[in-house]
């Protein structure tokens, strides 16, 4: 028997709010434990919650992006449960009347995955179980994450393997981090993840019971576990059990999710609408508005780079991969009017040498005015392209421009005749034996002599005329 995975994805990402979802509290990460915490995040009795706007106008940026409903009223609701590191002893979150409801993605093979919901939520504080000489006894709280703005983003079980939900997570992420809505940062925990999984013979309609799985902090982690535990769950079966519906922790040391509580240990958040808080009216203009701010998504400008510069979709896909690189590959372009040109330096070249340093494509050094200056040079005949590879690293680490370099350097291209017929006499005179085969009618002893004139100009000369030259020389 073949069974099939299905999966469902609850994406918590933090809002790119300056302050908290309900206080003035700093939201920068990093700041020495309890720095920013305030009566409110803190949930100290007859302490008040204050909406913040840009938390509502950042969740429906990202739920138009997606195509959701954005709810004309939408409720905040109290979500009790009893841990340390939630101070008020309940979340408040959104339940029965979310922000936004529908939509959905497409992903790589045309799949779509809809949206059940994207629902306004605050973070909880963090519980400190090491780095302190008594913490075999003690867990410390950092509540400076408690009151952080979230959007739960919640999918549909549209997803059919391990792969493709990391490959759905990893272009929700893009997504947000395009619309500028979440930094992207996963190690600080500004994306989390926690997926549901089931699996079903093949061919069957109803979904078999589902597991969830807790903590995935990456696009590893998500296939990994999930690929652990849909061998877990068909192993059970095809040994005649049972799949318990669970929480799971996935455990990336081991490799290996294990039971974090049943279905009988569940919650009972006891939801019920938060008082003080009055229902949350997103009006039509406001929507508009937050319209009007809406980037070109990734989708329609790769189609647009396709269409409008005759790159290939295979350029278009990778230009269009953050806003910083299509921002940089579109000023070089209009200034050069060689597209394809300037998309190969930039995947190329420029791509690497980011790559090398670790540099990220907002801070890259190199303009794209100064990039435009070195394809012109190459695009004139004035160096040929492997010199410009030279002159390239040159102006990455100086911020000298191409014209600069080449002048100073002497690196331009030969082109005068008479040098180059010069240079093919010298070839001619110092490589006999060659010249003697290909009179012989050796074809292939032309490009080792083409190639000994490109080592004596020191790669200067303009391969085409070289080429001409020393032919025009030797059937002399
Ligand atoms: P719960 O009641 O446990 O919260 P929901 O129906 O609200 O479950 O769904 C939570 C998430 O689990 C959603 O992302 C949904 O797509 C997914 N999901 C629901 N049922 C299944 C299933 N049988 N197999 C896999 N994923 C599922
Ligand atoms: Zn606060
Ligand atoms: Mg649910």
Redesign the pocket.
Known sequence: MQYEP?????IHAQLNTRTKIFCGCSTAFGAPPNTQVCPVCLGLPGALPVLNRQAVDYAVKAALAFGCDVQPLSIFARKNYFYPDLPKGYQISQYERPLATGGGLEIAGGTRVGL?RIHLEEDAGKSLHEGFADSDRRTYIDYNRSGVPLIEI?????LRSAAEAAGFFAHLRDILVWLGVNDGNMEEGSLRCDA???VRPTGQHA????T?VKNLNSFRHVQKALEHEIERQIDLLKCGGRVV?ETRLWDSSSGRTHSMRTKEEAHDYRYFPEPDLPPLVVEAARIEAVRATMPELPEARRRRFVAAYGLPEYDAGVLTQSAALADYFERAAAETGNPKAVSNWVMGELLRTLNERGTPVEAVPLSPRALAGLVRLVDQGTISSSIAKEVFAKMYDSGRSAEEIVAAEGLAQIGDESALAAIAKEVIAAHADAVAQYRAGKQATFGFLVGQMMKRSGGKANPKLANQILKRVLDR
């Open positions: 299905v999966i469902g994805l609850e059940t919640v999918t549909e079980p549209d549901n999984v089931s979904f078999g019971t589902k969830e519906q």
